[in-house]
């Protein structure tokens, strides 16, 4: 297998980076099961596979199959990459398929895949390299009876522990993107995990899912349990009564303040890291200190506030979702045990990719403690439909489910969770809300504001995986583009792109003109740029967040041949000299 780095794709269309792979492929066997080639695709790819149409069909039934499969191979590549963080979000393009000079050496395939800055190539070879290999495997019934397992199997071992040191998408950032390219939104990496969303005046920097645009101060505020509750007493907000503790002794006369029932977390982790609820007692008081102290002192202690907590999700100061977090738990049937029923979880999760399991349930000490407050032990047979929570809150260590409650939730609680995100200045914040009764107002039912999320996960549930459009829509109102018009030609090409330019100005639309050798901003006034090519310069003022449109004037040459860092423009104008 070899790589080609080209400038240009076949259709015509505006040539972005890519990467083309040569790849060769040995005949497929001549009772080639395509069903059963596909049930193994279809279980660990992100959406159902949908061969397109071809009208070429080739006459040759060797060179068919092997389009098939390159096909395959050009859809399987990427969606393996994303499962390790690495976001090639589009599926390749298969170029071509040649055949042999000699009868008996493999054809050649050639597959475009887009180049993604900031990733070596090295990793799509060998994700590639990877997928070429189990689909010829399972073509040739070569991966033994159960081909899925054996395949994740090997991703566990062999794969993965070469590919997840250089993910660059977090989940959230994953489903950023992913949301970004369903609604046309450019975007691109930009070094470290930093991901530019849109052009010019619509631009944001994302990293998880915090964008450029919340205050770091609060950020800052928000990481820290105890200034984030300052914070917000002195606004008028309602929060948990806390003291900060070093050590047992301190805790022990906290406790005697505040009175039972308590919480204990450390101070300054979030995804329910360390956190113990319901402390009765000293005893139970000592068990929890020792939890949260794994992640260092000082520790908080809260007056327990009654109720369950709900995920408010603002965006942009809209609400986009609302969900109550509950935690893990089996559902019954009236006939197996919740030992039965925690096994037979766990054993559904190995049927999905490594990537997209969820945490496996333990049948723990914490777990047998949180059946016994229910009356239950893992010998229980719970009735048909029943919930049986395996932990006593929601966590990112070992997951939870939620459950929709936007429709039920109070206009108060909702301008509550508006109001902590404003307050701490934040775009994107999940606002946790300990409540009784979500349908009521705080102020009516002694609900109170756990935490201030910074950095929400994003893309998780299902709640947050429809919320994403709207989310994105909020953020990107225009689709996150500014108009960007192509002008082909020599001198008459370059005055037509600065006549359009002025014409934007007095328009009141901050036009900025470029060439590959000069660039002038919405005055024509000199831009000066330390750039040396046009994708350099049209990236730069791309980048700029004081350009609200922008005209290119190119060449015939480099709109032949040129790479842009634009997947389209609002329109291109042959411009012929005179």
């Not at 102290?293 to 907590?309: D, I, T």
């Not at 990719?353 to 719970?382: F, I, K, M, N, Y």
């Not at 509550?416 to 701490?424: H, P, V």
């Not at 050798?517 to 740029?529: C, I, K, M, P, Y």
Request: hydrophobic fraction near 50%; charged fraction near 15%; proline fraction near 7%.
């Amino acid at each position: 297998m070899t790589m080609t780095t080209l400038p240009s794709l076949a259709d015509g269309s505006l040539r972005q980076p890519q990467q083309v792979l040569t790849i060769r492929l040995g005949p497929l066997p001549a009772d080639m099961s395509w069903p059963l080639l596909d049930a193994w695709l279809h279980a660990w790819l992100e959406s159902p596979l949908a061969e397109p149409a071809r009208p070429d069909i080739p006459h040759d039934p060797v060179e068919a199959q092997l389009q098939r499969l390159a096909w395959r191979i050009a859809v399987a590549t990427p969606a393996l990459l994303r499962g390790c963080g690495i976001p090639l979000l589009a599926d390749g393009k298969v170029l071509a398929i040649t055949p042999p000079q000699d009868a008996a050496a493999p054809w050649q395939c050639d597959i475009a895949f887009a180049q993604l800055d900031g990733v070596a190539a090295a990793l799509l070879l060998q994700a590639c390299d990877c997928c070429v290999r189990w689909l010829q495997a399972v073509a040739w019934q070569a991966a033994g009876s159960d081909p899925l397992s054996a395949f994740f199997q090997s991703l566990a071992q062999d794969i993965l522990p070469r590919l997840l040191p250089h993910a660059i998408a977090a989940p959230s950032s994953m489903a950023l993107l992913q949301a970004a390219a369903n609604l046309g939104i450019p975007w691109r990496h930009e070094g470290n995990g930093v991901f530019q969303l849109g052009w010019g005046v619509h631009l944001l920097h994302a990293f998880t899912s915090r964008l450029d645009s919340d205050s770091s101060i609060g950020i800052r505020a928000a990481g820290n349990k105890q200034l984030a509750a300052q914070w917000l007493r002195q606004a008028g907000l309602p929060t948990a009564v806390q003291r900060l503790v070093g050590n047992g002794e301190q805790a022990s006369t906290a406790a005697q303040e505040l009175g039972w029932p308590l919480v204990v977390k450390p101070l300054a982790r979030d995804r329910g890291e360390g956190v113990s609820i319901g402390i009765g007692n000293y005893s139970q008081l000592q068990l929890a200190l020792d939890k949260a102290a794994h992640f260092g002192w000082p520790l908080l202690l809260e007056q327990q506030a009654a109720g369950v907590c709900h995920r408010i999700l603002v965006v942009g100061g809209r609400v986009m979702y609302v969900v109550k977090r509950l935690p893990v738990a089996v559902q019954g049937d009236g006939v197996r045990s919740i030992q039965a029923l925690i096994d037979a979880a766990n054993l559904q999760q190995l049927a999905l990719p490594p990537w997209r399991r969820a945490p496996p349930l333990r049948a723990d000490d914490d777990t047998r403690a949180c059946l016994r407050e229910a009356g239950l032990q893992l010998a229980s047979v719970p009735a048909a439909g029943a919930w049986i929570a395996l932990r006593a809150i929601e966590s990112s260590a070992d997951g939870g489910r939620d459950e929709d409650m936007l429709a039920a939730a109070h206009p108060d609680n909702l301008a509550l969770a508006l109001r902590a995100a404003a307050l701490f200045g934040l775009e994107v914040a999940g606002i946790d809300m300990i409540t009784p009764d979500i349908a009521q107002p705080w102020h009516a039912n002694g609900a109170i504001i756990n935490e201030v999320n910074a950095a929400p996960a994003l893309g998780a549930s299902q709640s947050s995986r429809d919320a994403m459009p709207q989310l994105m829509q909020q953020l990107f109102p225009t689709a996150g583009r500014i108009p960007v018009e192509l002008f082909v030609g020599g001198a008459v090409a370059e005055a037509a792109a600065r006549q359009r330019r002025d014409e934007l100005h007095r328009a009141g639309v901050a036009c900025y003109f470029t060439s590959a050798q000069h660039s002038e901003d919405a005055t024509g006034q000199r831009h000066h740029l330390a750039c040396d090519s046009l994708y350099q310069r049209c990236l730069a003022l791309l980048s700029d967040r004081s350009v609200g449109a922008l005209t290119i004037a190119v060449t015939p040459a480099q709109w032949q041949e040129e790479v842009l860092p634009l997947d389209r423009v609002a329109r291109v104008l042959p411009c012929a000299d005179a």
